[in-house]
């Protein structure tokens, strides 16, 4: 009932930035989390960032003091804002939304970082 629709990414050079939006369609009934992962070919899928229901953050490590997930709940959209970016920023991010302990993911938006 829910599919996140992610957007945002793009070219960017080396120290850039970009904001990542992905916005969720559907009828949400609850939402208890929402994520983004990245994932890169040959790579297992890695948690990036999350957001609980009651504003709790996570990120992993490599991305610490770099990125910041946040959210608009008016639009229904979480953002995931990259700072700082790096090469090994390059991947497919995939937003995902845990609902009702189920969980949705979207197609992914391809970030391209050049040295």
């Known amino acids: 009932q829910v599919q996140p629709v992610e957007s945002g990414g793009g070219l960017v050079q080396a120290g850039g930035s970009l904001r990542l939006s992905c916005a969720a369609s559907g009828s949400i009934s609850s939402i208890n989390a929402v994520g983004w992962h990245r994932q890169v070919l040959g790579k297992f899928r890695e948690m990036v960032a999350t957001?609980?229901?009651?504003?709790?953050?996570n990120y992993a490590d490599s991305v610490k003091g770099r990125f910041s997930i946040s959210r608009d709940d008016a639009k229904n959209t979480v953002y995931l804002q990259m700072n700082s970016l790096k090469p090994e920023d390059t991947s497919v991010y995939y937003c995902?939304?845990?609902?009702?302990?189920?969980?949705?993911w979207g197609q992914g938006t391809q970030v391209t970082v050049s040295s």
């Open positions: 957001i609980t229901s009651d504003g709790i953050t």
């Open positions: 995902n939304i845990l609902s009702g302990q189920l969980v949705y």
